[in-house]
């Protein structure tokens, strides 16, 4: 509308239209004869573009064009763009279209190689904090800067929204403007509650973490938006460690919040980072399988409170080494070459039961080193361990699964990580069965014996 407007301004084509003329007050209102606006979406046949191409040819009433704006013009169907390609080669003389869509990449090439592109993009939170303060200032509103903040962030980069956001919080709220005014009427979460929660993880007090469960749910926030605001904030803590807090640009964030975060992160190594992350994502994924999105979360944190601290690979080989039962001497043995470990194979033989003791662990390192990996070998379970071969099940219907982790690369992460682990060589073949899901005996899994513990239960049905 604001370009319909420079165009149509009695002094246009202009920059700065006059807002005092026929047409800049008509296209204000949206009472202008000479702008029309075209819902994509519910005019998107081969009919309404018939419709169109014939009043293309009608005058503008005030202004000198006639614009035809055309909003999530992606919808049009193949048909109907075609009708409309011969009209924008050969457009009327006071014809203009504006075509709007969030999908340009769905816009058929015969269109856009004929039009002016031109992209929006998401306004950076500080700059919309900065437009804020000035409106809150002119309009002598008082609001503390942080809640200004949380506003941008629920606008996700949009000027408009925020602005809208501001004038309901203003109309609506009763003196000073709070940050409980913004949560409250957005449902968002703080960072200060964020903080607080990372806080409780990393004094692993998982009273305390689900407490704040609870009281999210009972306050009616959701839990999903929930995780998905969790794993932005932990990305943000990598970020601020790796930046040691000093490149505000890259996080989006006021200037002491950057230095708070640093120095949370400073709690972390980078590698722990990068498990809590993927730990989340996991989460997030497992929660398609539920009704409810709180059961995944609320196992992912209390797998989180008891996870140990990460060794780096191979340092920590003698400890799992005795947990196996593998001869003492062979553990402190430096490493066997190639040649020597593929002849050792047959003398350190797996027992099953050990593969399945550390099968949590070695699905873990997995997805630390890729997470696709992890991920898909999480749809697995071991099956059998024949000389050096480690037999591993996947349901039926998991044929992608199976042909992914069989590529070369993602064999070679699975047979060195195991390696690590259990000080022995294994091949790794994988098995697609007859049955829905693998059998798999998840009261051995350290993660849900903790569970279970924490929360005196026990399972009913493993499905």
Request: glycine share 4%; proline share 0%; net charge neutral.
């Given at each position: 509308r604001i370009l319909a407007k420079s165009l149509n301004c009695k002094n246009g084509p202009t920059i700065i239209p006059c807002q005092e003329c026929i047409s800049c007050?008509?296209?204000?209102?949206?009472?202008?004869?000479?702008?029309?606006?075209?819902?994509?979406?519910s005019n998107r046949g081969i009919d309404e573009i018939r419709t169109l191409r014939e009043n293309v040819k009608f005058s503008p009433v005030h202004g000198k064009y006639k614009i035809y704006i055309i909003d999530e013009v992606h919808m049009l169907t193949t048909e109907a763009f075609n009708a409309l390609l011969k009209t924008l080669e050969e457009p009327p003389?006071?014809?203009?279209?504006?075509?709007?869509?969030t999908s340009p990449h769905k816009v058929i090439p015969t269109i856009l190689s004929r039009c002016?592109?031109?992209?929006?993009?998401?306004i950076p939170n500080l700059l919309i904090v900065e437009q804020l303060e000035k409106i809150c200032k002119?309009?002598?509103?008082?609001?503390?800067?942080?809640?200004?903040?949380?506003?941008?962030?629920?606008?996700s980069g949009s000027m408009r929204d925020a602005e809208s956001i501001l004038d309901q919080l203003v109309s609506f709220g009763q003196g000073k403007i709070t940050n409980q005014d913004v949560t409250n009427a957005l449902g968002i979460i703080e960072e200060d509650f964020l903080f607080e929660f990372t806080q409780n993880l990393i004094n692993k007090d998982i009273t305390s973490i689900l407490s704040s469960i609870d009281l999210l749910i009972e306050q009616g926030k959701d839990v999903l938006g929930f995780i998905t605001e969790l794993i932005g904030y932990f990305r943000n803590l990598m970020l601020a460690k790796i930046t040691k807090g000093k490149q505000e640009k890259f996080l989006d964030l006021p200037e002491d919040f950057c230095k708070k975060l640093y120095e949370q992160s400073q709690s972390f190594s980078q590698e722990e980072l990068f498990f809590i992350f993927n730990t989340l994502v996991n989460a997030q994924e497992m929660s398609r399988r539920f009704d409810s999105w709180r059961i995944p979360l609320e196992i992912a944190l209390v797998k989180l409170t008891q996870n140990k601290e990460t060794n780096s690979s191979g340092n920590n080989n003698h400890k799992i080494l005795e947990k196996l039962n593998i001869k003492k001497n062979h553990a402190n043995s430096p490493e066997p070459q190639e040649d020597q470990a593929e002849n050792n194979i047959q003398d350190s033989i797996?027992?099953?039961?050990?593969?399945?003791s550390i099968w949590p662990e070695f699905q873990e390192k997995v997805s630390k080193i890729k997470m696709s990996a992890g991920t898909y070998l999480s749809e697995g379970a071991p099956l059998s361990v024949e000389k050096n071969i480690l037999n591993i099940a996947f349901p039926k219907g998991s044929g992608f699964h199976k042909e992914f982790l069989e590529k070369k690369e993602n064999r070679q992460i699975l047979e060195k990580t195991l390696k690590e682990i259990i000080g022995t060589n294994l091949k790794i073949n994988f098995i697609i069965t007859k049955e829905e899901k693998p059998h798999v005996i998840v009261e051995e899994d350290p993660m849900i014996k903790s569970t279970l513990g924490f929360f005196n239960a026990k399972i009913i049905k493993n499905i």
């Open positions: 007050q008509e296209i204000t209102k949206g009472t202008s004869l000479d702008v029309i606006e075209i819902d994509g979406a003389a006071h014809v203009k279209f504006i075509f709007a869509t002016q592109r031109f992209d929006f993009r998401r002119a309009e002598n509103v008082s609001i503390d800067k942080n809640v200004l903040f949380s506003i941008a962030k629920a606008s797996v027992d099953f039961e050990k593969i399945k």
